[in-house]
């Protein structure tokens, strides 16, 4: 391999609801592109894989990390063989060969014919650094993807003239009641044809072919989504088990139209447990698509309101108990909490598709910034990346003694994780709380219906233990929230997102503002 022979630090840039990312591909460079649930996987063979120098290359791309000969493109969607992404190579007027890589929910194409020996293999997880713990691979593939499928290309081909165009497309958002219409002039006779169905691990994505003019409504439910269909006619389809996320999808013909019922595992509520998009006609083609994805990991990723990015002022309380002393003038004092990144240093915690510790501070950050523009005196055990003491024992026994009179709330923030057999079986937001105090239950109910209503995450309630030290030693209320878990390919998706991670921390700051408003807290000083 020639010495100056690199592959990193990509240009990019976003317009439309897209990314597009352009690598430089030096003469002799191989490479293989993996889709998965998290984003696009490049493996590179013939050239030195460099660091990056920045990680969010845009609105598609959340994330862009390298480490030995491997390079993922975190995404805030699931990719499969043909959707979410296109791949092209060219080459530019300065004879300089290209990778161009676009991202987009409702872009489909998948690699381009210029790339050479191009097969497809999706995958259940990315991998890059921080290194994921490996998942079990799934039975379930997208639609017309086969296990044998392989996805590899090397530089040095004949480029296209240039890269794919952009289908438009429009991104109507999660509503309790999603409506819209296809594209065109009504077609009175047109059938539904039955749903497409794509599967990845932990996720169902759903396609309906929707002929020109036909309107459709989107209604979560207890027991799935109903989709209201008019302008269009179908058959009384159906099928049963079809995937863990979609047990049944039936077509229930009506007066004008025809309901599709898509059966789910868990209740949807209107910013969880699915998403939609509606997608323009392919070339050729006069159907809009209307893709729907199914999966109860799937949370509230959308930005919060500016004017939501507080918590209201939580008052001062006074130096001693006493009305009386209040009218004498008595000093007034701040609430005070600690607040608890999980691990940090020499131990990382869990490891995914997030690092632990590195999540952890980084929302207990953000909530401390929240609650002290809040009038809160807010204590962190660690404020950067590093531990308390090198002895776990010792160390949260340090985190716990941090929680005595004087303070009125202890709360530990961590992800959680599965091993790769179970894996897909874990994902959501629960909260721990111990006997240590009489309102430490109390406390912990707040800040799980709190983090669960700003995110819509699956919650997996209340967890009551006697074993957790930075709990048990705790000598005021007390609680430790897991927010999400690290080997689950759609909420490591969650993880990643800076949206999430927003939704997480004002919802832990309200639950903590609650608990200190309500005199849910140790007394005294």
């Given at each position: 391999m020639p010495q100056a022979a690199v592959f990193g630090n990509p240009r990019s840039s976003s317009e439309g609801g897209r990314t597009r990312v352009v690598f430089d591909l030096i003469q002799g460079v191989t490479y293989r592109l993996t889709p998965t649930s998290g984003g696009l996987r490049i493996d590179v063979a013939g050239a030195q894989v460099l660091p990056p120098v920045r990680t969010a290359l845009g609105p598609q791309v959340l994330d862009y990390r390298a480490s030995g000969a491997q390079v993922l493109l975190v995404t805030p969607f699931a990719l499969t063989r043909t959707e979410g992404w296109q791949a092209s190579e060219a080459t530019l007027a300065t004879g300089t060969r290209v990778l161009i890589l676009d991202f987009g929910f409702d872009l489909v194409g998948g690699a381009g014919e210029g790339l050479r020996g191009l097969t497809l293999m999706p995958q259940v997880n990315p991998v890059g650094p921080p290194a994921p713990r490996p998942l079990p691979s799934s039975s379930g593939t997208p639609e017309g993807?086969?296990?044998?499928?392989?996805?590899?290309?090397?530089?040095?081909?004949?480029?296209?003239?240039s890269p794919p165009p952009l289908p438009p497309g429009q991104v109507p958002g999660q509503l309790s009641a999603l409506t819209g219409q296809a594209q065109g002039q009504p077609q009175p006779a047109a059938l539904l044809p039955a749903?497409?169905?794509?599967?990845?691990?932990?996720?169902?994505?759903?396609?309906?072919?929707?002929?020109p003019g036909a309107q459709y409504r989107l209604v979560p439910t207890s027991i799935?989504?109903?989709?209201?269909?008019?302008?269009?006619?179908?058959?009384p389809l159906a099928a049963q088990e079809v995937s863990p996320e979609l047990r049944a999808w039936r077509y229930e013909p009506t007066t004008d139209g025809v309901t599709v019922m898509l059966l789910t595992g868990t209740p949807l509520t209107d910013r969880s447990g699915w998403r939609a998009q509606l997608v323009a006609p392919q070339v050729g083609s006069d159907c809009s698509r209307l893709a729907i994805d199914l999966s109860p990991a799937l949370a509230d990723l959308t930005p919060l309101p500016?004017?939501?990015?507080?918590?209201?002022?939580?008052?001062?309380?006074?130096?001693?108990?006493?009305?009386?002393?209040?009218?004498l003038g008595a000093t007034l004092i701040k609430p005070r909490v600690v607040i608890d990144p999980g691990h940090g240093g020499h131990d990382p915690g869990g490891v995914g598709a997030v690092v632990e510790k590195q999540v952890a501070l980084d929302v207990a950050l953000?909530?401390?910034?929240?609650?002290?523009?809040?009038?809160v005196e807010v204590i962190m055990t660690r404020e950067t990346d590093q531990a308390l003491l090198l002895d776990k024992a010792a160390d949260l026994n340090m985190r716990a003694a941090?929680?005595?009179?004087?303070?009125?709330?202890?709360?530990?923030?961590?992800?959680?994780?599965?091993?790769?057999a179970s894996a897909l079986r874990g994902y959501g937001v629960e909260t721990w709380?111990?006997?240590?105090?009489?309102?430490?239950?109390?406390?912990?109910?707040l800040i799980q219906q709190n983090v669960t209503a700003v995110t819509g995450a699956y919650s997996r309630g209340l967890r009551n233990t006697r074993s957790l030290a930075v709990l048990r030693n705790s000598r005021v209320p007390a609680a430790l929230i897991e927010i999400g878990f690290t080997s689950h390919p759609v909420d490591g998706v969650n993880l990643q997102s800076t949206n999430y991670l927003?939704?997480?921390?004002?919802?832990?700051?309200q639950g903590i503002r609650e608990a200190l408003v309500t005199g849910m807290t140790a007394q005294g000083n």
């Open positions: 993807v086969t296990p044998s499928d392989v996805l590899s290309a090397s530089s040095g081909v004949t480029p296209p003239s749903p497409r169905i794509g599967k990845n691990p932990a996720l169902t994505r759903v396609v309906l072919d929707l002929p799935g989504l109903r989709v209201e269909l008019r302008g269009v006619g179908a058959a500016r004017n939501e990015r507080k918590v209201a002022a939580v008052p001062a309380r006074p130096a001693a108990r006493g009305i009386a002393l209040l009218a953000r909530v401390r910034d929240l609650l002290r523009q809040a009038g941090m929680g005595t009179p004087g303070t009125q709330l202890f709360l530990s923030i961590h992800v959680n994780a599965l091993p790769p709380w111990n006997p240590n105090h009489t309102l430490s239950s109390a406390f912990a109910d927003d939704r997480v921390a004002l919802g832990i700051a």
